[in-house]
C-alpha cells in the first residue's frame, strides 16, 4: 500500500514550457487535491476533485489545469510556466475513515521555473 | 470559510507537554476542528480531528470548548521529533464540501534538548 504517489520528485522548467505532474492513490479515496506551497508559507489549495468526473477550483487555479483521469490519477498540468509557480507541489487525497474526514499527502514534486 | 488565528511560533523543551491554541470566532455549525503536523520537505500528516468536547488520540489531545471559537492541541511530553510545523484548519469536509479546507501559515514548534 503506496499511499499518495506523485511524479516527478524534482523538475525544473524553462519560463513557457509546459509540464504535467502526475498524482496516483491506492486507498480508494473518493476525493482528490493539488496544493502549492511556497517557502516559509502554509498550503493553498490550487484544484480538488470532490469525486469520479467531478473537478473545481481552489484559491490559486489561474495558470493550471487538473484531469481527473480515474479514481486513482489526478494530474495538474502547467500549459504555459512561469517563474511565479516556482513551488512545492503536493498532492492530497481524502475519504471519511472511521471518525474522521483526513487527507493523505504525497512527499511532494519540487518545481523551479528559470 | 472559517478563519483561523495561531501563533507564528512556540519554544518548548524535551519532556514538557506543549499547548498550541486556535482560534476561529466564525466557525459554522457544520465546521470541524483538524490539525496537521508537517515536518521539512515533507507533505502534511493529519493529528487529530473534532468537533467539540475532547478528543484523544496516540499522539495528541484536542481540546475545543463549549462556544467552539477555539481549540486547544495538547502534545504530552514532546521530544525533538515533534520539531514542525502545526496547522488548525477549519472547515466542512463533508460531501460537496469536500475540499474546502484552508491552510494558513502554521505554528513553528521548536523543540530544545
Known amino acids: 500500500n503506496a499511499g499518495v504517489t506523485q511524479t516527478p520528485k524534482f523538475q525544473v522548467l524553462k519560463t513557457g514550457q509546459s509540464m504535467t505532474l502526475q498524482c496516483a492513490q491506492d486507498?480508494?479515496?473518493?476525493?482528490m487535491y493539488w496544493y502549492r506551497q511556497d517557502p516559509g508559507m502554509g498550503l493553498r489549495l490550487i484544484y480538488y476533485s470532490a469525486s469520479e468526473g467531478t473537478t473545481d477550483k481552489g484559491e490559486v487555479p489561474n495558470g493550471y489545469n487538473v484531469s481527473r483521469l480515474n479514481k486513482r490519477e489526478f494530474s495538474l498540468r502547467l500549459e504555459s510556466a512561469a517563474p511565479s509557480q516556482t513551488s512545492v507541489y503536493f498532492c492530497?487525497?481524502?475519504?471519511?475513515?472511521?471518525?474522521?474526514?483526513?487527507?493523505?499527502f504525497g512527499p511532494g514534486t519540487r518545481l523551479t521555473v528559470t | 470559510l472559517a478563519k483561523t488565528t495561531q501563533p507564528i511560533s512556540m519554544d518548548s523543551y524535551e519532556g514538557q507537554e506543549v499547548n498550541i491554541t486556535c482560534s476561529h470566532n466564525n466557525i459554522a455549525t457544520n465546521d470541524y476542528i483538524t490539525w496537521y503536523q508537517q515536518f521539512p520537505s515533507q507533505g502534511p500528516r493529519f493529528i487529530i480531528q473534532?468537533?467539540?468536547t475532547k478528543v484523544t488520540n496516540e499522539v495528541a489531545s484536542l481540546f475545543i470548548p463549549a462556544d467552539r471559537k477555539s481549540s486547544t492541541l495538547s502534545l504530552p511530553r514532546v521530544s525533538l521529533s515533534d520539531t514542525a510545523v502545526y496547522y488548525c484548519l477549519v472547515g466542512d469536509s463533508r460531501g460537496s464540501n469536500t475540499g474546502k479546507l484552508i491552510f494558513g501559515q502554521g505554528t513553528t514548534l521548536q523543540v530544545k534538548p
Open positions: 486507498m480508494n479515496h473518493n476525493s
Open positions: 473534532g468537533y467539540k
Open positions: 492530497a487525497s481524502s475519504d471519511y475513515s472511521g471518525s474522521a474526514y483526513e487527507q493523505y
